[in-house]
């Protein structure tokens, strides 16, 4: 068997520009913070005295761990604690965002479980989502009725789930690729 030299031997500029820099990269935009949209109030009403509120959870140090870490604090409902606590929380939307605030990975929560959305596949498609969250948030403004206003804007957020920042888009559908254990 006879190995050329490309077999065997990468050049440095290579080493540094494929495995390298793209990891110093990732590792400035880490610890990852977990957070929950939800709607909080102070009575059990779901209208009277609600209000959105986004959760703070926790930072982990890879997307993997930080959508393991986000599930398992939704399932044992552990959202929500704390001195600064709500009585009624109902979380929406898990968001996993990197250090400059970029999005990381995004779900919406139904039925104690967060659906992972896939990330935009392209500009084009990042700008109809933002054209049609913005519709969205239009119609929430001009309605008159509070729980149809917060619907369309829970709607525009689902939608904006998808608009996961472009340093993380391929890690994201790799990562929603993968089966999930349950």
Known sequence: MILSRHDTFRPIGQILAIDVLPALYRAQKLPLRISCLGVASTGAGDDAGS????????????PEEAMRFAALRLSRSDICTGPDSFPHFRPRIMLIRDRDHGLVLAGEIRASVILWQQPVTSHAEARRIVTEASRLRGLAFRTSAPAEARELRYRAAVLETRLVDPFWREAAADLLRLPQAA
């Open 51 to 62: 209000f959105d509120r986004m959760i703070p959870l926790g930072e982990c140090p890879s």
